[in-house]
């Protein structure tokens, strides 16, 4: 059974730091296509960062400069550091991959349970 965890989460002041983690456990031969994404109540799930290749990852204009993503690729877990918060971060952040169980699998997109960021002004 292929997941994806979140953690990280949590209440942090405006102007104040949190690092999300997302790691993918179970079969896996390849994870590719990471992605952090957010959502308010009421709002449409709206990309944060996504991976487009191996070197190149894009942004959201509304986090550029102040949101990066990096990956460990030998354990399979990407993170998401988010730094200068603001009130309008406030979401439940979401990571997803398209993963590969097998070499020979077509593959499909995973997504985890989600982590509530809240941030007070």
């Known amino acids: 059974q292929v997941q994806l965890v979140e953690s990280g989460g949590g209440l942090v002041q405006a102007g104040g730091s949190l690092r999300l983690s997302c790691a993918a456990s179970g079969s896996i031969f390849s994870i590719s296509n990471w992605g952090w994404y957010r959502q308010t109540p009421g709002k449409q799930r709206e990309l944060v960062a996504k991976?487009?290749?191996?070197?190149?990852?894009n942004y959201a204009d509304s986090v550029k400069g102040r949101f990066t993503m990096s990956r460990d690729y030998a354990k399979n877990t990407v993170y998401l550091q988010m730094n200068s918060l603001k009130p309008e971060d406030t979401a439940v952040y979401y990571c997803?991959?398209?993963?590969?169980?097998?070499?020979?699998?077509?593959?499909?997109?995973?997504w985890g349970q989600g982590t509530q960021v809240t941030v007070s002004s």
């Open positions: 991976t487009i290749s191996a070197d190149l990852i």
């Open positions: 997803s991959g398209y993963i590969r169980k097998v070499r020979w699998d077509q593959g499909d997109d995973y």
